[in-house]
């Protein structure tokens, strides 16, 4: 794909610009969605009411409801726009350019800050609040929600980058038992180019879940509550 890839006037990729661009999927891909992940479980074990439906999805999902896939999906997109693993993207101005009234000449580093928008109220009120319910349903646009970047630029492996974080999630929830913790939430700081949790978004695991029970129980019909805004919350112990 990438050896056939051209841009709008036709050029392919040199032997370099290849290289990179698999040293980019390789490497960078499995360091942001690995990092997506941490914070995702380091936001649950903070919030156990959004923890116990989350886990309600991931049993759901397993048993094939629909339901279950849009509630973790939903988790996966606040906490990318909560948490953004790249903060700030960086783009030379191939031209001049006129932006809010300012004049920029080419060869200038726009940077665009990928986490003050995600942070605006205006665009999502009560922006500190990790809320995953405002995710369900919801229409995206790609210029008030752009973890993966946006434009002609925008991350090839987006699309992969969300499925794996909502199987990665299932997986985890519906086998293990996270303890939920009172303690503050961890800080992003800079590693590279990207903000892991500051203490490696450490957290507790209480028991292993017994994967055949809880699957034979949401097939007979227990489905998902969680993402219908119903339904019982799971009981999970504190730290």
């Known amino acids: 794909m990438l050896v056939r890839a051209a841009d709008e006037d036709g050029r392919t990729m040199t032997e370099r610009e290849l290289r990179d661009q698999l040293i980019t999927l390789l490497v960078a891909g499995h360091d942001t969605t690995a ?12 919030h156990p009411v959004t923890l116990a439906k989350a886990v309600q999805a991931a049993d759901a999902s397993a048993a094939g409801d629909p339901a279950g896939d849009e509630y973790l999906d939903a988790v996966a997109k606040e906490t990318l726009r909560i948490r953004p693993v790249v903060y700030d993207v960086g783009r030379v ?9 300012y004049r920029l000449p080419a060869g200038v580093m726009v940077v665009p800050a990928i986490g003050l928008v995600h942070a605006s109220a205006q665009l999502y009120p009560d922006p500190e ?3 995953p ?10 210029t008030t929600w752009l973890p993966f970047g946006g434009g002609n630029r925008r991350c090839l492996g987006a699309t992969f980058a969300m499925v794996e974080m909502r199987v990665v999630l299932r997986e985890i929830l519906r086998r293990v038992e996270l303890s939920t913790t009172t303690t503050s939430g961890e800080r992003p700081k800079l590693k590279h180019v990207i903000m892991v949790p500051h203490r490696g978004a450490r957290i507790r695991v209480r028991a292993t879940r017994d994967v055949s029970a809880t699957s034979q129980a949401t097939a007979q019909g227990a489905g998902c509550p969680a993402a219908r805004g119903g339904g019982p919350s799971r009981a999970v112990g504190s730290q």
Request: a negative charge; charged letters at 25%.
């Open 93 to 101: 101005l191939t031209e001049a350019v006129e932006v809010a009234g």
């Open 129 to 131: 609040r990790f809320d």
């Open 35 to 46: 990092t997506g992940l941490s914070w995702a479980l380091e936001r649950l074990t903070r």
């Open 133 to 142: 319910d405002r995710m369900v349903g919801a229409t995206l646009s790609p």
